[in-house]
């Protein structure tokens, strides 16, 4: 079993930055993938950025290519997604999950947390 909880979110104004932070309980969490998903209101949930159990493997959406960093620090159970030039459209609920198949897919994670809201302004 794998707990997650994220921090980091809030208010900002476009062109900014935020940086999220997923920690994990559990014993197994070094042995999971973990992916950062967001959903906007009134659209489906949407992929973000990945990275190996290891954090040597990255993968990120096109929309975010470049603006957005994720990373994680194993020893301190984990996940970082620094994101910068923010845009409006960056607004979402943002989900950090963890699972055992390398995917974009959000139905292929077993393990939620309970969201952290972005909201960024004009």
């Known amino acids: 079993q794998v707990q997650l909880v994220e921090s980091g979110g809030g208010l900002v104004q476009a062109g900014g930055s935020l940086r999220l932070s997923c920690v994990a309980s559990g014993r197994t969490f070094t042995a999971y993938y973990v992916t950062w998903f967001r959903q906007a209101p009134g659209k489906e949930r949407e992929f973000v950025a990945r990275?190996?159990?290891?954090?040597?493997?990255?993968d990120s959406a096109d929309s975010v290519k470049g603006r957005f960093t994720i990373s994680r620090a194993n020893a301190e159970n984990t996940v970082f997604l620094q994101m910068n030039s923010l845009k409006p459209e960056d607004t979402a609920v943002y989900y950090c999950?963890?699972?055992?198949?390398?995917?974009?897919?959000?139905?292929?994670?077993?393990?939620w947390g309970q969201g952290a809201q972005v909201t960024v302004s004009l």
């Open positions: 990275i190996s159990s290891s954090g040597g493997t990255t």
């Open positions: 999950a963890a699972g055992a198949r390398w995917s974009r897919y959000w139905r292929d994670y077993a393990y």
